[in-house]
């Protein structure tokens, strides 16, 4: 007795067995992430399936499941992802052959776009975009970015390239070996599976090491969180066969899923479970603190910028107040202002006194800076793509010169108001408190 | 190089030919074009024909229209298209001017 599934395919409903379901699966799956590579404008997937279906109903009768057997006919009939994978790379000679030196530098160009991979990501895939930019495996840049974070610059630069990379779905890049985590052999993250399997060597070795280094000032703890967030799991078979160092081809997943492949893990000895034992129960928790802390981030993140947005518009206000001599003014809207302080500097009189280019120009400066928050917040909370990558690069040059403009006026005015004694009588007058004047200044 | 290896490349240098002359006949259906070719010999796995058809599309070489079957869902049929029918007949003058020239080597004896 066996199984069956019922399935659609080329809107036809056939019954499969269930092995039998489980290759043409992995079969169309790998298809499906080749093509989705390439970006093709036609549905390539679809054509198949639908010839596949027009196979199966020439097969069967009604009644009748398809087996394991079937499958393979037809799949040895239609060919594997290598048999496209040709026809492919004798077109992409013929473009280069067929153009002149011009256009193929053009050609190359366009192939050397950064982007942010958003098949192949943690938080929004900027790493391993950077890392398939300079060609390198993505847990190293993952690395690079986490250390930086502790300087608080890596923050901003990730920050920025979430916002001004485009994204793109290009599926896992470097197709040789890669160093991956299994879900399947976990006791933590699957971390130390992942790197035995990447250097070829026996898991309970890493294990070991790991749970030794815990008992060294907590190096070890540190390096496996660190790697836990680097390493990509490996969910598809593709991801765990590459994770061995195996060819993605039809027939190496043919016999993966058939299990000849698979590693007895059943081999630990008793003491090595005895250890690990521990380690087994506290797994799922950190899993599951690590699935709470990437939305968190997101919303830290989010909460700073609207912060900032506030204080921005308040600031705005204030300058733009100031701009027109209402600052002062009695029963205006906000009745009088008469304590703008920041650091002890009463604002709303220093405003005043400031030249109107400078007031605009600040203004513009804070609505340059609101814009570019408020580009950052529907991005990173709302995940929106209608925005424009150009653009807010451009924002982001415009708020860098209106804020260097801005930085080189200010300091000019305030040695004005110095020179001319201005300041001093604001001391005496306490609109300005004279140590944090000091600190200001010296 | 074994045989097996010789006819493999031949094939695949013609198969666009071959499909453009199929289509040149009048509008195809994708798995009939499959069919002749199999005949034929010209493929064998017929998962390669997919994307060449979607390759010449980009190219502008031909185009399809949607078909409503009776048996199943609505059928995409091939067309050539104006470009598709120059390439053709340039691919045409190319493979007489290869068929001749090996015609020849073969026929001359020492």
Known sequence: MKK????????????????????????????????????????????????????????????????????????????????????????????????????????????????RNLDDKVIAGVASGVANYFNIDPVISRLLFLASLLTGFGLIVYIICWIGIPGKRVGMLNSSKRLFRDGDNKILGGVAYGIANYFSIDTAIIRIIFIVSLFLGGFGFITYILLWISIPEAKTVEDKMRAKGYEVTLENIEK?????????????????????????????????????????????????????????????????????????????????????????????????????YLSMSIILFFLVSLLILIISVSRILLN??????????????????????????????????????????????????????????? | MSTDNFKI??????????????????????????????????????????????????????DYKWKESNQGPPRKYYVLTVEGTDHLSQLKISWKEIDKSVKNIMTIKK
């Open chain 2, 9 to 62: 490349q031949i094939r695949k240098g013609l198969l666009e030919f071959c499909v453009l002359q199929i289509i040149s006949r009048g509008e195809v259906y994708t798995s009939d074009i499959i069919d002749e070719l199999k005949k034929s010999e010209i493929i064998v796995v017929e998962g390669t024909l997919y994307p060449l058809l979607n390759r010449l599309k980009a190219s502008g070489y031909v």
């Open chain 1, 256 to 356: 993966y899923i058939k299990g000849a492949f698979k590693k007895k893990d059943d081999e630990e000895n008793l003491l090595i479970k005895i250890i690990l034992f521990p380690f087994r129960l506290i797994g799922p928790i950190i899993s599951g603190v690590f699935s709470l802390l990437i939305p968190l981030f997101r919303i830290i993140i989010s909460l700073i910028l609207f912060v900032i947005s506030i204080v921005l518009i308040v600031l705005m206000v204030l300058f733009s107040l100031g701009l027109f001599n209402l600052i002062n003014y009695e029963n205006f809207i906000f009745g009088s202002i008469e304590g703008a302080y920041i650091s002890g500097i009463d604002l709303s009189i220093i405003i005043g006194e400031l030249p109107i």
């Open chain 1, 384 to 442: 929106a793509k209608n925005i424009n990558p150009t653009t807010f690069i451009g924002l982001l040059f415009v708020g860098i010169i209106l804020f260097v403009f801005n930085s080189v006026i200010i300091s000019q005015v305030i040695n004005e108001w110095e020179d001319t004694g201005q300041i001093q009588e604001w001391i005496d007058d306490g609109v300005i408190k004279i140590d944090n004047w000091k600190t200001y200044r010296y």
């Open chain 1, 4 to 115: 069956t599934l019922s399935i659609n395919i080329g809107s036809k409903v056939f019954n499969i067995d269930n092995d039998a379901y489980e290759l043409l699966k992995k079969y169309l799956d790998s298809i499906k992430s080749y093509f989705e590579k390439i970006e093709t404008e036609e549905d390539i997937l679809m054509d198949i399936e639908t010839r596949i279906s027009e196979k199966f109903s020439s097969i069967i009768n009604f009644s009748e499941s398809l087996n394991l057997k079937d499958v393979k006919n037809i799949i040895n009939e239609m060919g594997s992802v290598d048999d496209f994978k040709e026809i492919y790379e004798e077109y992409s000679i013929k473009e280069e052959s067929e153009f002149n030196e011009s256009t193929h530098k053009d050609y190359k160009n366009e192939n050397r776009k950064i982007f």
